[in-house]
């Protein structure tokens, strides 16, 4: 313990170590004590797929894994062992079992307005029910749903939807935007009518510019459901974090890639953001905590990170 409380040096050099605990190790709140350093967890979640229960015990992938009761007991254990929490989702909850075909997304919508999600984006299956579809289910959901580069101002959807959403913890100001994948060839058109795919890099950095510089926020986060990467030139979180100026994380969906850790690139002006994408089904939570610092920010406004944990936690 000595070797990590010593220094500052040995603060940062040590938590490396421990990116796989489970929460902020306790050395790192003392310090956070001591020298104004403040802790978020962001946990995620993407293509649920209306997996509400565990897969049989007889599947011969994932034999009794996963399950809403089990995501929500281990939201809750998170929520008793950290402080700040932001829960967000990229996408796909609708579509998968029965429970969707007969309900249409109600219990879904239920049990994550139960888990206490803050913010979810949408997915091109949650248009399986058409635009109606989904505005009926909507009022099951006490979170917003945020995206940018669907004008749906021709639709029943115009002003249901967010284009970023600034959310304050403990002090910090963490912006979300969103974006979503071209739905033409994946939905039916008359599922979707009315709405307009814009393109979602352009999208991304101009509401990403607005909450980094305009609305000061400490950290920006993209939620999107374009899908990690693809062997073509269709845009993916890949392409979009390199051509990317203000965002620090994107937390993926649609391709049901199951990243062990995220993927770290550099941004257009040589900035690091991050990828991370727990596959599908609620198999998976991502964790990513985070650690500001108010004493490592030049300017002596607001707080910058300087150190990140990172985890995905099967269910």
């Not at 620090?248 to 649609?254: A, E, F, R, S």
Request: charge should be neutral.
């Amino acid at each position: 313990m000595e070797e990590f409380t010593n220094s500052r040096r040995g603060f940062l050099k040590g938590s490396l170590s421990l990116a796989a605990l489970m929460s902020v190790p306790s050395w790192a709140q003392e310090i956070e004590q001591k020298e104004q350093f403040k802790t978020l967890t962001i946990l995620h979640t993407n293509d649920w797929h209306s997996r509400i229960d565990p897969f049989p015990i007889n599947d011969p992938k994932y034999p009794g894994k996963g399950g809403a009761a089990r995501r929500a007991a281990l939201i809750e254990k998170i929520r008793q062992e950290n402080e700040n929490i932001l829960l967000l989702d990229a996408g796909d909850v609708f579509q998968g079992t029965p429970y969707f075909n007969y309900y249409g997304g109600e219990i879904e919508f239920k049990l994550m307005s139960q888990m206490g999600y803050d913010a979810g984006t949408l997915g091109n299956h949650d248009f399986d029910n058409g635009i109606d579809g989904f505005l009926k289910m909507k009022p099951f959901a006490n979170f917003p749903f945020i995206n940018c580069n669907y004008d749906v101002s021709n639709t029943a959807l115009n002003g249901k939807l967010e284009p970023y959403k600034v959310f304050k913890k403990a002090g910090l100001k963490i912006g979300v935007t969103g974006v979503g994948i071209d739905l033409n060839g994946l939905v039916p058109q008359k599922n979707f009518k009315g709405l307009v795919y814009l393109n979602p890099i352009e999208k991304a950095n101009e509401n990403a510019r607005i909450l980094k510089d305009e609305l000061k926020c400490d950290l920006v986060i993209c939620l999107s459901h374009l899908g990690l990467e693809y062997n073509t030139p269709k845009v993916s979180d890949m392409i979009l974090a390199k051509e990317s100026m203000n965002i620090d994380l994107i937390i993926g969906g649609h391709t049901h890639t199951f990243l062990d850790t995220p993927r770290i690139l550099e941004n257009k002006i040589g900035k690091e953001v991050m990828i991370h994408q727990v596959g599908w089904a609620g198999l998976r939570l991502g964790k990513i905590d985070y650690v500001f610092s108010s004493q490592n920010n030049n300017n002596n406004k607001g707080f910058s990170k300087i150190k990140v944990f990172k985890k995905s936690i099967a269910i």
